[in-house]
């Protein structure tokens, strides 16, 4: 059961969790992470000390240690508990404050973003301890990895874990941070944000667990984009390749590699609201039987690439030698589209484009545009499914799209447009495809 942010931002939320993970039978494993606003605010003392601005940095440690010392009051009702949390809450506050007197570099704003994870999780078992409910704090840089390309290393994260869970053999409940791991320096690194998810997911993956409880603070995921459109609602089922779709294009309840690590070992992951446990949410497995679109979603900050070459396309091994270019500077490609004169790429990771672009002037020229957006739309067999592709075009009327890309798979479409028609293609989509 993964808790996220404001599931936990709040002390009687805190209550309200410790409710839902003892009213189960199973032997449970709950992930939390940061108090919401917490990895924010860590990121914004991250830069000031990257910036060198200590008198800053300074305000905005001050700023977060306040509300800490306000939460844990409410949280919290005995001496002996509220002693234990002022001595955590010191802790953390101290490792923070002495950053200040130290030269900074990236591994250390790394143990920095794991400060709210540790915090959020050692407040929770304080609050278990005081109401004396059994349980056992497993702290997740003891098993939680990844390798040199930032890749989770399932299968010892899966071999440590069991081992530590085969101690406790009697325990019901365990108490673990998610979003924070090791890398392979063996220093604290972290699943990038809104990286809880993931944790949630490696866990059950590596556990086999009979389930993957997502607890959020809304009631699954939404056919639309619910900070952007209207009238969005909830969808019941999902299959794991149209949620990973989903999550990878954009739909910010799910962290975008949560899906994997439950498909690969058949775990059905539950989409699920703290503050209404009792509704339906979403339920993502294997197999779905509902046919048509279901839902739309968009990722932006993405970049395309084109490369024209009157003379080398059609050239067998041409491809290659484009994605071997990409392939060298670990940047992965989302969409492709080709002509018999050009390719177009989208990426979204752009640390190496000016090398990526370099090298591909050698094979024809090369138009980079950026700021664009990808409008993804999801759904079971809508390859097959008479007339999607018209309403989706339709729909969006006279948008530009600048790319699309149909039947690669049978549960989508996705469209590149320029980011600032987003909003507008993601409302007008909602219109034209969802009519109830
Ligand atoms: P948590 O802190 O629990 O991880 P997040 O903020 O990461 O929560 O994710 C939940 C939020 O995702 C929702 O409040 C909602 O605004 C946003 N969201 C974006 N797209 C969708 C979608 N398609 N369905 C549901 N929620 C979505
Ligand atoms: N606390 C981390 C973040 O805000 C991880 C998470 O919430 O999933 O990104
Ligand atoms: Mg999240």
């Known amino acids: 059961m993964k808790f996220g942010g404001t599931s936990v931002g709040r002390p009687e939320r805190m209550h309200q969790v410790k409710d839902l993970v003892t009213s189960g039978d199973e032997p449970t494993i709950v992930v939390l992470s940061a108090?919401?606003?917490?990895?924010?605010?860590?990121?914004?003392?991250?830069?000031?000390?990257?910036?060198?601005?200590?008198?800053?940095?300074?305000?905005?440690?001050?700023?977060?240690?306040?509300?800490?010392?306000?939460?844990?009051?409410?949280?919290?009702?005995?001496?002996?508990?509220?002693?234990?949390?002022e001595g955590i809450i010191?802790?953390?506050?101290?490792?923070?404050?002495?950053?200040?007197?130290?030269?900074?570099?990236?591994?250390?704003?790394?143990?920095?973003?794991?400060?709210?994870?540790?915090?959020?999780?050692?407040?929770?078992?304080?609050?278990?301890?005081?109401?004396?409910?059994?349980?056992?704090?497993?702290?997740?840089?003891?098993?939680m990895s990844i390798d040199e390309n930032s890749e989770p290393e399932l299968g010892k994260i899966s071999e440590k874990l069991k081992a530590i869970l085969a101690e406790y053999g009697d325990t019901k409940l365990f108490v673990t941070q998610g979003y924070i791991c090791k890398n392979h320096r063996n220093e604290v690194d972290n699943l990038k944000r809104g990286g809880s998810d993931y944790t949630?997911?490696?866990?059950?993956?590596?556990?086999?667990?009979?389930?993957?409880?997502?607890?959020?603070?809304?009631d699954g995921m939404h056919n639309n984009?619910?900070?952007?459109?209207?009238?969005?609602?909830?969808?019941?089922?999902?299959?794991?390749?149209?949620?990973?779709?989903?999550?990878?294009f954009g739909a910010k309840i799910l962290h975008p590699a949560s899906i994997w690590p439950a498909q690969l070992y058949n775990v059905p992951v539950k989409l699920l609201n703290t503050m209404q446990p009792q509704a339906h949410g979403t339920l993502i497995k294997a197999e779905v039987d509902a046919i048509g679109v279901k839902a739309i979603a968009a990722k932006d900050g993405i970049t395309a690439v084109k490369i024209k070459s009157s003379r080398m396309l059609l050239a067998y091994g041409f491809l290659r030698r484009i994605f071997e270019i990409f392939?060298?500077?670990?940047?992965?490609?989302?969409?492709?589209?080709?002509?018999?004169?050009?390719?177009?790429v989208t990426i979204d990771d752009l640390s190496h484009l000016g090398q990526i672009t370099a090298e591909l002037e050698a094979l024809g020229s090369v138009e980079v545009d950026r700021n664009q957006?990808?409008?993804?739309?999801?759904?079971?067999?809508?390859?097959?499914?008479?007339g999607v592709i018209k309403s989706v075009m339709d729909a969006l009327e006279d948008i530009p799209v600048r790319m699309v890309s149909y039947g690669g798979s049978r549960h989508n479409v996705s469209l590149l447009i320029d980011a600032k028609f987003k909003n507008e293609a993601l409302q007008r989509l909602n219109t034209g495809l969802f009519s109830w």
């Not at 078992?125 to 409910?133: G, K, N, V």
């Open 225 to 248: 984009d619910p900070r952007i459109v209207d009238q969005t609602r909830p969808i019941a089922e999902l299959s794991f390749d149209e949620a990973a779709e989903l999550a990878y």
């Open 373 to 386: 957006a990808i409008v993804c739309i999801v759904g079971n067999e809508i390859s097959e499914t008479k």
């Open 200 to 218: 949630a997911s490696l866990i059950a993956a590596a556990i086999q667990a009979s389930a993957c409880e997502i607890w959020t603070d809304i």
């Open 327 to 344: 392939e060298k500077y670990k940047t992965p490609i989302d969409m492709i589209t080709t002509s018999e004169v050009a390719v177009s």
């Open 90 to 143: 010191k802790e953390h506050f101290e490792f923070l404050n002495i950053l200040l007197k130290i030269s900074f570099n990236e591994a250390i704003n790394r143990d920095i973003l794991a400060q709210g994870e540790l915090l959020s999780t050692k407040l929770f078992y304080t609050l278990l301890e005081e109401l004396e409910i059994p349980a056992v704090f497993l702290p997740a840089l003891d098993f």
């Open 35 to 85: 108090l919401s606003g917490t990895t924010n605010a860590l990121v914004g003392i991250g830069e000031a000390l990257a910036d060198a601005d200590k008198a800053l940095a300074k305000e905005r440690i001050d700023a977060l240690h306040a509300h800490y010392l306000v939460f844990y009051k409410e949280l919290l009702q005995s001496d002996s508990a509220r002693a234990k949390a």
